[in-house]
């Protein structure tokens, strides 16, 4: 059954040269409501992924606070932080804007 419940939406991230996220730019959910724009460093993001919250890529609508255009599911593996695609050495978060 697949999990309805979303914590967290990755907008932008930024990578450094070795194609390693270094900060991603990010909404989280408070029960109800959504958080303003939050910067989280990779280790941050690693730990919530690690504890288990259920991040996805996206962003939020002009003007509809609580609504967001939903891309595919976040997770942790082998040291990589991947959305959707398949990458040997580095992050990938596709559909995700670089800031």
Known sequence: MARSKIDGVIEAVRYNS????IVARTYE??????SDRILLGRNE???QLKKGK?????????YL???FEIGSVVYYT???ILSGGQADSRDLLTGVSIF
Not at 18 to 21: S, T
Not at 54 to 62: H, N
């Open 18 to 21: 070795d194609g390693i996220i």
């Open 54 to 62: 259920y991040f996805v890529t996206g962003a939020r609508r002009s």
């Open 45 to 47: 993001l690693v730990e």
């Open 29 to 34: 959910r408070h029960g109800a409501v959504w």
């Open 78 to 80: 082998d040291d990589h």
């Open 65 to 67: 606070g609580s609504v």
